[in-house]
């Protein structure tokens, strides 16, 4: 095998100890793992599309276009960001995207399969990206619909509403020292 045929190794980014002791493990995403990601991006949908008159199709192409759609608009606004698949035992369970500022990490997207969400796997990533971004004596945002059932988790986190983008909260924790409990 050659060099350029080596295949990389998932990895937990260091120090983010909390996602690794949940067996959680980081890759860059690839082209190949647009399937995968175009149908977690379903699946952050289809509560919001149960009640829509479409056909499975018309939610699947629906779905489809939007996400086509997100990744561009990340991909331009958030130029050096990090683009991560989130793995457990080998499976792809989420995406992790975030984008390190000079003052504030920001969180430009977390999401996980509906079967791996409420195991602690997203408090425990979130609270290493806290203590990351604390270590560089910065905050840490996110932007949240209003609906979404995570902005809980935000709130239990210590993360607080800083500004409102139509119908998103921007949330965001700041390292204050001692004050926030990690």
């Known amino acids: 095998m050659s060099e350029g045929d080596a295949v990389r190794q998932p990895a937990t980014p260091l120090g983010w100890r909390r996602a690794a002791a949940a067996g959680l493990t980081f890759r860059p995403i690839t082209d190949d793992d647009f399937p995968f990601l175009a149908a977690l991006y379903a699946s952050t949908r289809s509560q919001e599309l149960s009640v829509v008159a479409w056909s499975e199709e018309e939610k699947a192409a629906f779905c489809n276009a939007q996400f086509q759609a997100q990744h561009a608009h990340y991909l331009k606004t958030y130029a050096g960001a990090d683009w991560l698949l989130i793995q457990r035992n080998g499976e792809a369970i989420g ?83 001692e004050a926030n409990v990690l």
């Open 95 to 177: 995406r992790v995207y975030i984008v390190r500022w000079a003052r504030e990490h920001r969180i430009i997207d977390i999401a996980f399969m509906p079967a791996h969400c409420g195991q602690g796997l997203g408090s425990a990533l979130l609270r290493d990206l806290m203590e990351e971004a604390a270590a560089q004596g910065k905050s840490v945002s996110i932007h949240v619909e209003r609906f979404n059932p995570a902005l809980r988790l935000y709130c239990r986190l210590g993360f607080t509403k800083a500004d409102e983008h139509g119908v998103y909260d921007l949330m965001q924790w700041k390292a204050a020292g």
